[in-house]
Nanobody, 121 residues
Framework: QVQLVESGGGLVQAGGSLRLSCAAS????????MGWFRQAPGKAREFVAA????????IRADSVKGRFTISRDNAKNTVHLQMNSLKPEDTAVYYC??????????????WGQGTQVTVSS
């Protein structure tokens, strides 16, 4: 019903920036809130940020407040995660998801395959 593809991951030095993008296709029609989650090796997937279907509301994890910004362009069916002041502990696979506007993984029904972000010290 909804397909999600992430892009923009890569290797960056601590203190640097990356901009992740998630392109949605299929039955979108601005029906869904969008979220970003991340998973480091050996750890559970954790919430990063979310944005409401209209783009007016956002939620961010405490660990990324002041550094990461989520935004969306409904005309292009795209959501972005601007990541600044990156730290080595931000290293993870980042996943885009579509669903309800919450911080809980269980409330998102559609997921991308993930994009690797590696931050070197």
């Amino acid at each position: 019903q909804v397909q999600l593809v992430e892009s923009g991951g890569g290797l960056v030095q601590a203190g640097g920036s990356l901009r992740l993008s998630c392109a949605a296709s299929g039955r979108t029609n601005s029906r869904y809130a969008m979220g970003w989650f991340r998973q480091a090796p050996g750890k559970a997937r954790e919430f990063v940020a979310a944005i409401s279907r209209g783009g007016a509301g956002t939620i961010r994890a405490d660990s990324v407040k002041g550094r990461f910004t989520i935004s969306r362009d409904n005309a292009k069916n795209t959501v972005h995660l601007q990541m600044n002041s990156l730290k080595p502990e931000d290293t993870a696979v980042y996943y885009c998801a579509a669903g309800d506007f919450t911080s809980f993984e269980r409330d998102y029904g559609y997921w991308g395959q993930g994009t690797q972000v590696t931050v070197s010290s």
